[in-house]
């Protein structure tokens, strides 16, 4: 859609030309035309750019999401970077075809060459040369309608009052604001400060914010409500009899592979969900223990063409055995065993 406008757009401009100098009129100078096209391809670049590349690196380039918590190496803070250290040639490169060690991954089988020319040019001028803010995630296109309301709770987001203050030292409304944001805001603002060093929490795989596209008629999606059709997979399945090496793996499962594949190893959930190609759904994939060699070595050295990373370099060989041993025995449907129905329908 996207492509076929700014097409139309082009083509409008250049019989506009035409038929100005047919009539002996001047036609407009090249600058003026580049300008025009510069324009529309910096803002086709934006559009990629926040619908593609911010849950990672950010609305604002400054990589500082929940998802970069989660990588390794993070993702790249275009704010720090200066031109010359992410020349075009080289950003393009990236985009086109990913980077090895890394979660990014290569798109050239998603967007057409133009589109990633775009994003990369918008990503150098926007971020590495204007250090812009680009726009914002809370807005009312995006399900966050009077997002105001929520100030009590924007200083626990800056870092302005930190996570550990003493609930007797806040204020009424700063407290009533802790509780906003310990409960709804720090599933994506977990950047917040604290005054003592160490996990204030426990990590674990959320999928937060609400699904607003699909429940925007209901009147019941939105960010203070906390309602959320992806909540019901975000319980780990109880699997009894587990062997030792099968609770390790769960244990390493629900920290490093839920975020993607969901607690209960659906994919269903909004992380997974959003991905292209979705998140794989264990409960629905044909497998057995014959296919643990290939499970531990798609785990190990991922998958091309998806956001599926190599662990290799994160996990021991003894964890990725456990991991693997954990999926099977949880999700994996074994040939003698006939097909069970998913527990919860797909959204």
Known sequence: MIRTTLLAAFRTFALVAIAACEHGAVAPTPHVSNIAQVSASHELGRQVYNFRCYYCHG??????????????????????????????????????????????????????????????????????????????????????????RYRSAFPFATGEIALDELNETLSP???????????????????????IDGPAWAIRPVT????????????????????????????????????KVEKHGERLYQKNCAFCHAADGTGRNWIGSFLEPNATDFSA???????????????ATGIEGTSMPAWKNVLTAAE????????????????????????????
């Open 285 to 299: 994939a044909q497998s057995s223990a014959n296919d643990k060699a290939r499970l531990t070595a798609v785990i």
């Open 173 to 195: 409304a700063q407290r009533q604001g802790k509780r906003l944001f310990m409960n709804a805001c720090i599933s994506c603002h977990d950047r917040g400060r604290a005054r």
């Open 208 to 243: 937060y914010p609400p699904d607003f596209y699909l429940l925007a008629e209901s009147g019941r999606a939105d960010g203070h409500s906390g309602f959320d059709p992806h909540h019901t997979h975000e319980k780990p399945r109880a699997i009894p009899g587990l062997t």
């Open 59 to 148: 609305y604002s380039g400054d990589a500082q999401t929940l998802a970069a918590t989660f990588l390794n190496p993070a993702p790249r803070n275009f704010k720090t970077s200066s031109p010359a250290e992410l020349p075009r040639e080289h950003a393009i490169d990236a985009i086109t075809n990913g980077r090895t060690g890394t979660a990014m991954k290569g798109f050239a089988g998603l967007l057409a060459k133009n589109e990633i020319q775009a994003v990369a040019d918008f990503i150098i001028d926007e971020f590495t040369r204007a250090k812009a803010k680009n726009t914002h995630y809370h807005t009312d296109d995006n399900g966050w309608r009077n997002h105001e």
């Open 320 to 347: 990725i055995d456990a991991v693997a041993a954990y999926v099977i025995r949880a999700f994996a449907i074994a040939e003698d065993v006939p097909q069970r129905t998913a527990s919860v329908k797909k959204l």
